[in-house]
């Protein structure tokens, strides 16, 4: 069992930046791989960026790509999002998650954060 909780949302002009953090309980942390995901409202859940277990690989949308950057502490049980040069359709509540290996599709992921809430105004 991982709990997750969310932190570092809030409201950023657009080309701005922002830091979110994830931080997970349990002594498991380093076995899963973690991710973020997000949505939009009246959208669905839609996979930004996962880690691999030990930190050596990251996969990214490519509406972030090169914009976003995941990182993981492992001896701190957290895992980091990265946010450049935002952009407005870059709103959304986002979300940390856990699972065993990396997919794309939402509904296979494990464990689930509460969210934490981006607005990006243009």
């Known amino acids: 069992q991982v709990q997750l909780v969310e932190s570092g949302g809030g409201l950023v002009q657009a080309g701005g930046s922002l830091r979110l953090s994830c931080a997970a309980s349990?002594?498991?942390?380093?076995?899963?791989?973690m991710g973020w995901f997000r949505q939009a409202p009246g959208k669905e859940r839609e996979f930004v960026a996962g880690?691999?277990?030990?930190?050596?690989?990251?996969y990214y949308a490519d509406s972030v790509k090169g914009r976003f950057t995941i990182s993981r502490d492992n001896a701190r049980n957290t895992v980091s999002l990265q946010m450049n040069n935002l952009k407005p359709e870059d709103t959304a509540v986002y979300y940390c998650a856990a699972r065993i290996s990396i997919v794309v599709l939402a509904n296979l992921w494990d464990y689930w954060g509460k969210g934490t809430l981006i607005t990006v105004s243009s």
């Open positions: 349990g002594r498991t942390f380093s076995t899963y791989a």
């Open positions: 880690i691999s277990r030990s930190g050596g690989s990251t």
